[in-house]
C-alpha cells in the first residue's frame, strides 16, 4: 500500500516556535548530556551533585588558557533518578577533556523536542460512570506528573472541589514559586507544580523567559492536564459548542506539572529534569506529549528517563507524533513505554436548514451565535468557485453562498476567500479530514458532506426563492463511523525498534475540548478578531495521551501492584479494533483503507475491559535488558539507559520481547519469512480460567499457535504458548494484518493481540 502524503494545515501556532528554536545561540559551546557512571564516583563526595560540580569544575581548570580566568557557571542540571549524569555547557575542547574523566559514559548535545499538537479541538468525555470509574473510586489515591507547558492553576477544572484532604504520604514534591504563580496557586488537586528551562536558557544565553514559572502560556499543558484527571466543570463549552460537564478521565487523581515545554524553546535537557524531578516526587504515571524524533534509545531523554519510571512501576504515557499518515514516522516507540495514536470521536457541530424544511447535520466551529436565518441561498456558477473575493464581495450581503468545485479549488482557499469577503453565511462542501478534525471556519458558515450536496443544489435550483438557515452552537453525538485514525497520527515502525509493534493503542485525539488558557486567542472571527476562551477543542496525539494516561492511572487505582507493563497489556489486549458500525477502524490518512496495526495499534482503548483482562504479558526491567542486549548496543549504550552495571546480558538474549502484539518485518528481497515468538502470560483474573486461541491470520500468512487451549488454576499463575508466522510475499498486499484472540471458555472475556507483516524496507 503506497502511503499517500497529505500536506498538513499550516500550524499557526507552532510557527514561532520553530523561528525561535532555529536560534542556536553560543557557535562555540554546546549544552551537552552527560552520562556518568555513579558506582566509580569516589567516596570523597558527599553527593552525585558534588561529584559532577567538581568534574566540571575540574575541566574548566584544565581547558583555560588562564587558569586565574573566572570561568562562567557551565553545570545546566545534575541528574540522579531519571540518569545518572548531568548538563552542562561545553565547548569541544572541554568535551574531549570530559571524555578522559573517571566515570563518564557518553555524552550528546542537547536537543529540541516536537510537541504533539497540529490544531484546535475537542473531548470525549468518558461517559459510563460504571466498570472501571467504580473500581478505581475515580482515580482516588493516583499522582499523576505532567511533562508539559505549564498549567493555568485558576481553571475551574484545577479547583479541588470533592478531593479528598489527605495527599498520599509518597508524595514528595512541591509547588514551586515563579512568575504569576505563588505557593498557595497549588491544591488538592494540583499538588506540584515546577518549571525548567536551565537547558533552553543555556541554548539561548540572550534570550528572557516570558513567563518564568509553571504558569501555562500554551494552553497545551493545561489542556493535557484536565484531560487526564481535570475536576468536574458544570457548563464548559467552546462558544456554545459540545457544552456539559467537562472532566477529566481520573476526575479524583491528583496532578503535579512539570514545565519543560516553553515559548522560547524546548530543549531535552530540560525533559530529563522534568522526569527526574517526577520520578523523585513519586508520580504514579507520567504522562508526556511530546517526542524526540529519529533519536536512538540511548539518546532518547524519553526512553532513558521512562526506564528508571518502569523500575519503579511508573507507567509513562505518551503520544505516537503527528507526522501522519506517511509510515515509519512515530516517535516514543520505546519498548519499555505505552505509546498512545490518534482517533477522531463520534461528534459533530452545527446544521443547514433548507426552506423546504430538510435538515442537514454539517460541521462548523464558528465561535458565535451568528443569527443566519432564513437568508436566500445563491447557488450561481459564476461564483460557485469562491475563488474570487471580489465576486464574492457583490453578492456578500445578499445570503448564504454554496460552494462547490473542490475538486479545483482546495476548500482552504474557499474559506480563506469567503472570510475576507465577509459573506453572510456559507455552505463549504468536503469530507477532507484535514478540515473537520484540525481546521477552523471564521465566518458564518458551514461544511456539509458531498453526499449531502447534491439534495442542497438541486433545491437552490429548483424553486424560485430558495432560503435557508445556518444553526451553531448545536452538538450531534453519535455520528458514524467513529473512531477512525486520524490522518496525522504517526505511524509504525517505530525507528527506534521497528521489532515492536509501535503505536501500541489509540485514544481520542480530534477536536478534544479542555482546559485552556485566558491570554492566548482560542478562536478568530473574520481576518482580525480574536476570542479567548476558558475552555478549546485542539487536536493532536497529544491530546491522545492524556486519554491513556487517564485510564492508567484508573487501572493502576484499581490494580496498585501492577506493574507498567501489566497496565499496558492490559489497555492493548482490551482494546477494541472496530468502529460504531462495527466495521473496522477506517483511516483517515489513507481513505477508503482499514486502520492498519502500524496505525492505531490494537485499537481504540476500552477502559471498561482493561480492568478486567483475564491474562497479561508482564516484562521485568532485565527482559528489557536483554532486549537491548540483544540489539547489539555496547554497555556504555546500555548503561546509558539501565544507569546500574548491576543488570547484565542474559547468555543468549532474545529480541522477542514478552509484548502484547506481533511484527514481522519482512525484506522485499525475499519471497518469504519465518518467524517465531514466545509468549509467557500471567492471569489476573480471580481463579480458574480456560482461553482457546482463534487466529485471525493476515493475508499470505499461515500463523500457528501452542498450545492452543490455556488453562489457569489459580490466580498469577503463569503460562507460556507459541507463535509461528510464516509469510510468503504476495506482489497486492505489502501489509498485511490478523490478529490472536484468546477466548475464555464459558466467560466473557476476550484477550486480542494484532499481527502486522509490514515490508523492512519503509523508509524510517
Ligand atoms: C506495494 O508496494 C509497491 C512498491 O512500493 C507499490 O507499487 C504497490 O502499489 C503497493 N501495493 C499496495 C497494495 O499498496
Ligand atoms: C460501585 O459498585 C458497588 C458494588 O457494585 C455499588 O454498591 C456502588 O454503588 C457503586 N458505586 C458507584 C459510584 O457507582
Ligand atoms: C498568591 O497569589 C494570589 C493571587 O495573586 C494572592 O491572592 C495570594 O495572597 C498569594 N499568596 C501568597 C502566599 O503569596
Ligand atoms: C451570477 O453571478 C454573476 C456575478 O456576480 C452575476 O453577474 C449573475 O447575474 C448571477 N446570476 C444569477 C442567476 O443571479
Ligand atoms: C525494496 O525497497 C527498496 C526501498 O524502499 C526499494 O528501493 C526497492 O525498489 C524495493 N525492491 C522491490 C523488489 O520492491
Given at each position: 500500500?503506497?502511503?499517500?502524503?497529505?500536506?498538513?494545515?499550516?500550524?499557526?501556532?507552532?510557527?514561532?516556535?520553530?523561528?525561535?528554536?532555529?536560534?542556536?545561540?553560543?557557535?562555540?559551546?554546546?549544552?551537552?548530556?552527560?552520562?556518568?557512571?555513579?558506582?566509580?564516583?569516589?567516596?570523597?563526595?558527599?553527593?552525585?551533585?558534588?561529584?559532577?560540580?567538581?568534574?566540571?569544575?575540574?575541566?574548566?581548570?584544565?581547558?583555560?588558557?588562564?587558569?586565574?580566568?573566572?570561568?562562567?557557571?557551565?553545570?545546566?542540571?545534575?541528574?540522579?533518578?531519571a540518569?545518572?549524569?548531568?548538563?552542562?555547557?561545553?565547548?569541544?575542547?572541554?568535551?574531549?577533556?570530559?571524555?578522559?574523566?573517571?566515570?563518564?559514559?557518553?555524552?550528546?548535545?542537547?536537543?529540541?523536542?516536537?510537541?504533539?499538537?497540529?490544531?484546535?479541538?475537542?473531548?470525549?468525555?468518558?461517559?459510563?460512570?460504571?466498570?472501571?470509574?467504580?473500581?478505581?473510586?475515580?482515580?482516588?489515591?493516583?499522582?499523576?506528573?505532567?511533562?508539559?507547558?505549564?498549567?493555568?492553576?485558576?481553571?475551574?477544572?484545577?479547583?479541588?472541589?470533592?478531593?479528598?484532604?489527605?495527599?498520599?504520604?509518597?508524595?514528595?514534591?512541591?509547588?514551586?514559586?515563579?512568575?504569576?504563580?505563588?505557593?498557595?496557586?497549588?491544591?488538592?488537586?494540583?499538588?506540584?507544580?515546577?518549571?525548567?528551562?536551565?537547558?533552553?536558557?543555556?541554548?539561548?544565553?540572550?534570550?528572557?523567559?516570558?513567563?518564568?514559572?509553571?504558569?501555562?502560556?500554551?494552553?497545551?499543558?493545561?489542556?493535557?492536564?484536565?484531560?487526564?484527571?481535570?475536576?468536574?466543570?458544570?457548563?464548559?463549552?467552546?462558544?456554545?459548542?459540545?457544552?456539559?460537564?467537562?472532566?477529566?478521565?481520573?476526575?479524583?487523581?491528583?496532578?503535579?506539572?512539570?514545565?519543560?515545554?516553553?515559548?522560547?524553546?524546548?530543549?531535552?535537557?530540560?525533559?530529563?529534569?522534568?522526569m527526574?524531578?517526577?520520578i523523585?516526587?513519586?508520580?504514579?504515571v507520567i504522562?508526556i506529549?511530546?517526542?524526540?524524533?529519529?533519536?536512538?534509545l540511548y539518546?532518547d531523554p524519553v526512553a532513558i528517563a521512562a526506564f528508571a519510571a518502569m523500575e519503579k512501576g511508573v507507567l509513562v504515557s505518551s503520544?505516537?507524533?503527528?507526522?501522519?499518515?506517511?509510515?515509519?514516522?512515530?516517535?516514543n516507540g520505546i519498548p519499555w513505554v505505552l505509546t498512545?495514536?490518534?482517533?477522531?470521536?463520534?461528534?459533530?457541530?452545527?446544521?443547514?436548514?433548507?426552506?423546504?424544511?430538510?435538515?442537514?447535520?454539517?460541521?462548523?466551529?464558528?465561535?458565535?451565535?451568528?443569527?443566519?436565518?432564513?437568508?436566500?441561498?445563491?447557488?450561481?456558477?459564476?461564483?460557485?468557485?469562491?475563488?474570487?473575493?471580489?465576486?464574492?464581495?457583490?453578492?456578500?450581503?445578499?445570503?448564504?453562498?454554496?460552494?462547490?468545485?473542490?475538486?479545483?479549488?482546495?476548500?482552504?482557499?474557499?474559506?480563506?476567500?469567503?472570510?475576507?469577503?465577509?459573506?453572510?453565511?456559507?455552505?463549504?462542501?468536503?469530507?477532507?479530514?484535514?478540515?473537520?478534525?484540525?481546521?477552523?471556519?471564521?465566518?458564518?458558515?458551514?461544511?456539509?458532506?458531498?453526499?449531502?450536496?447534491?439534495?442542497?443544489?438541486?433545491?437552490?435550483?429548483?424553486?424560485?426563492?430558495?432560503?435557508?438557515?445556518?444553526?451553531?452552537?448545536?452538538?450531534?453525538?453519535?455520528?458514524?463511523?467513529?473512531?477512525?485514525?486520524?490522518?496525522?497520527?504517526?505511524?509504525?515502525?517505530s525507528?527506534s525498534y521497528?521489532g515492536i509493534?509501535k503505536?501500541d493503542?489509540?485514544?481520542?485525539?480530534?477536536?478534544?475540548?479542555?482546559?485552556?488558557?485566558?491570554?492566548?486567542?482560542?478562536?478568530?472571527?473574520?481576518?482580525?478578531?480574536?476570542?479567548?476562551?476558558?475552555?478549546?477543542?485542539?487536536?493532536?496525539?497529544?491530546?491522545?495521551?492524556?486519554?491513556?494516561?487517564?485510564?492508567a492511572?484508573?487501572?493502576?487505582?484499581?490494580?496498585?501492584?501492577?506493574s507498567a507493563a501489566a497496565i499496558r497489556s492490559?489497555?492493548v489486549?482490551?482494546?477494541?479494533?472496530?468502529?460504531?458500525?462495527?466495521?473496522?477502524?477506517?483511516?483517515?490518512?489513507?481513505?477508503?483503507?482499514?486502520?492498519?496495526?502500524?496505525?492505531?495499534?490494537?485499537?481504540?482503548?476500552?477502559?471498561?475491559?482493561?480492568?478486567?483482562?483475564?491474562?497479561?504479558y508482564d516484562a521485568t526491567p532485565q527482559d528489557y535488558v536483554n532486549l537491548l542486549?540483544?540489539l547489539?548496543?555496547?554497555?556504555?549504550?546500555i548503561?546509558?539507559i539501565t544507569r546500574?552495571?548491576?543488570y547484565?546480558?542474559?547468555?543468549?538474549?532474545?529480541s522477542?520481547i514478552n509484548y502484547p502484539?506481533?511484527?514481522?518485518?519482512?525484506?522485499?528481497?525475499?519471497?518469504?519469512?519465518?518467524?517465531?515468538?514466545?509468549?509467557?502470560?500471567?492471569?489476573?483474573?480471580?481463579?480458574?480460567?480456560?482461553?482457546?486461541?482463534?487466529?485471525?491470520?493476515?493475508?499470505?500468512?499461515?500463523?500457528?499457535?501452542?498450545?492452543?487451549?490455556?488453562?489457569?488454576?489459580?490466580?498469577?499463575?503463569?503460562?507460556?504458548?507459541?507463535?509461528?508466522?510464516?509469510?510468503?510475499?504476495?506482489?497486492?498486499?505489502?501489509?498485511?494484518?490478523?490478529?490472536?484472540?484468546?477466548?475464555?471458555?464459558?466467560?466473557?472475556?476476550?484477550?486480542?493481540?494484532?499481527?502486522?507483516?509490514?515490508?523492512?524496507?519503509?523508509?524510517?
Amino acid at each position: 500500500m503506497e502511503p499517500q502524503f497529505v500536506v498538513p494545515l499550516p500550524l499557526l501556532f507552532l510557527i514561532t516556535f520553530w523561528l525561535l528554536l532555529a536560534n542556536h545561540g553560543n557557535a562555540e559551546s554546546n549544552t551537552y548530556i552527560v552520562h556518568m557512571d555513579k558506582s566509580l564516583m569516589p567516596q570523597v563526595f558527599a553527593s552525585h551533585h558534588d561529584w559532577y560540580e567538581s568534574t566540571i569544575h575540574s575541566i574548566n581548570l584544565a581547558t583555560a588558557s588562564d587558569p586565574s580566568e573566572q570561568q562562567p557557571q557551565k553545570l545546566v542540571y545534575t541528574y540522579d533518578d531519571a540518569m545518572h549524569g548531568f548538563s552542562a555547557v561545553l565547548s569541544s575542547e572541554e568535551l574531549d577533556t570530559l571524555k578522559s574523566t573517571n566515570g563518564f559514559v557518553t555524552a550528546y548535545p542537547d536537543r529540541s523536542a516536537t510537541i504533539d499538537t497540529t490544531h484546535t479541538f475537542e473531548f470525549l468525555s468518558l461517559d459510563s460512570p460504571n466498570g472501571l470509574w467504580n473500581a478505581s473510586n475515580f482515580g482516588e489515591g493516583v499522582i499523576v506528573g505532567l511533562i508539559d507547558s505549564g498549567i493555568w492553576p485558576e481553571s475551574d477544572s484545577f479547583k479541588d472541589d470533592g478531593m479528598s484532604r489527605s495527599i498520599p504520604s509518597k508524595w514528595k514534591g512541591t509547588c514551586e514559586p515563579g512568575q504569576d504563580f505563588n505557593t498557595s496557586m497549588c491544591n488538592f488537586k494540583l499538588i506540584g507544580a515546577r518549571y525548567f528551562n536551565k537547558g533552553v536558557k543555556a541554548a539561548n544565553p540572550q534570550i528572557t523567559i516570558r513567563m518564568n514559572s509553571a504558569r501555562d502560556t500554551q494552553g497545551h499543558g493545561s489542556h493535557t492536564s484536565s484531560t487526564v484527571a481535570g475536576n468536574y466543570v458544570n457548563g464548559a463549552s467552546f462558544f456554545g459548542y459540545a457544552k456539559g460537564v467537562a472532566r477529566g478521565i481520573a476526575p479524583r487523581a491528583r496532578l503535579a506539572m512539570y514545565k519543560v515545554l516553553w515559548d522560547e524553546g524546548r530543549q531535552a535537557s530540560d525533559v530529563l529534569a522534568g522526569m527526574d524531578q517526577a520520578i523523585a516526587d513519586g508520580v504514579d504515571v507520567i504522562s508526556i506529549s511530546l517526542g524526540f524524533d529519529s533519536v536512538p534509545l540511548y539518546e532518547d531523554p524519553v526512553a532513558i528517563a521512562a526506564f528508571a519510571a518502569m523500575e519503579k512501576g511508573v507507567l509513562v504515557s505518551s503520544s505516537a507524533g503527528n507526522e501522519g499518515p506517511r509510515l515509519g514516522t512515530l516517535h516514543n516507540g520505546i519498548p519499555w513505554v505505552l505509546t498512545v495514536a490518534a482517533g477522531t470521536i463520534d461528534r459533530t457541530f452545527g446544521s443547514l436548514i433548507l426552506g423546504n424544511g430538510k435538515t442537514i447535520v454539517g460541521w462548523t466551529l464558528f465561535p458565535a451565535n451568528s443569527i443566519v436565518q432564513n437568508f436566500p441561498l445563491i447557488y450561481n456558477k459564476t461564483i460557485s468557485a469562491c475563488n474570487s473575493i471580489q465576486k464574492l464581495t457583490e453578492v456578500a450581503s445578499r445570503g448564504i453562498v454554496i460552494c462547490d468545485a473542490t475538486d479545483l479549488v482546495s476548500v482552504f482557499k474557499q474559506i480563506d476567500a469567503i472570510t475576507a469577503a465577509s459573506v453572510v453565511g456559507a455552505v463549504f462542501i468536503s469530507e477532507d479530514p484535514q478540515l473537520l478534525e484540525t481546521g477552523r471556519l471564521f465566518s458564518p458558515s458551514i461544511v456539509i458532506s458531498p453526499s449531502d450536496a447534491p439534495s442542497v443544489i438541486k433545491y437552490a435550483k429548483s424553486v424560485e426563492t430558495p432560503f435557508a438557515s445556518i444553526k451553531f452552537q448545536q452538538t450531534f453525538v453519535g455520528t458514524k463511523p467513529a473512531p477512525a485514525a486520524a490522518y496525522y497520527t504517526s505511524r509504525g515502525p517505530s525507528s527506534s525498534y521497528p521489532g515492536i509493534l509501535k503505536p501500541d493503542v489509540m485514544a481520542p485525539g480530534s477536536n478534544v475540548l479542555a482546559a485552556f488558557v485566558p491570554n492566548k486567542p482560542a478562536a478568530r472571527i473574520g481576518t482580525n478578531v480574536f476570542l479567548s476562551s476558558d475552555y478549546n477543542f485542539l487536536s493532536g496525539t497529544s491530546m491522545a495521551c492524556p486519554h491513556a494516561s487517564g485510564v492508567a492511572a484508573l487501572l493502576k487505582a484499581a490494580h496498585p501492584d501492577w506493574s507498567a507493563a501489566a497496565i499496558r497489556s492490559a489497555l492493548v489486549t482490551t482494546a477494541n479494533p472496530f468502529d460504531n458500525t462495527q466495521n473496522p477502524i477506517r483511516d483517515n490518512g489513507n481513505p477508503l483503507q482499514y486502520a492498519s496495526p502500524l496505525t492505531m495499534g490494537a485499537g481504540e482503548i476500552d477502559p471498561n475491559r482493561a480492568l478486567d483482562p483475564g491474562f497479561i504479558y508482564d516484562a521485568t526491567p532485565q527482559d528489557y535488558v536483554n532486549l537491548l542486549c540483544a540489539l547489539g548496543y555496547t554497555s556504555n549504550q546500555i548503561l546509558t539507559i539501565t544507569r546500574s552495571k548491576s543488570y547484565v546480558c542474559a547468555s543468549n538474549p532474545s529480541s522477542d520481547i514478552n509484548y502484547p502484539s506481533f511484527i514481522v518485518l519482512y525484506s522485499n528481497k525475499t519471497s518469504s519469512k519465518v518467524q517465531a515468538f514466545r509468549r509467557t502470560v500471567t492471569n489476573v483474573g480471580d481463579g480458574a480460567a480456560t482461553y482457546k486461541v482463534k487466529v485471525t491470520q493476515p493475508k499470505g500468512t499461515m500463523v500457528k499457535v501452542s498450545p492452543e487451549t490455556l488453562t489457569f488454576g489459580y490466580k498469577h499463575e503463569k503460562k507460556s504458548y507459541s507463535v509461528i508466522i510464516k509469510y510468503t510475499r504476495n506482489k497486492k498486499e505489502n501489509i498485511s494484518f490478523g490478529d490472536i484472540v484468546w477466548v475464555e471458555d464459558g466467560g466473557a472475556r476476550t484477550i486480542r493481540s494484532p499481527i502486522v507483516v509490514a515490508p523492512s524496507e519503509i523508509e524510517l
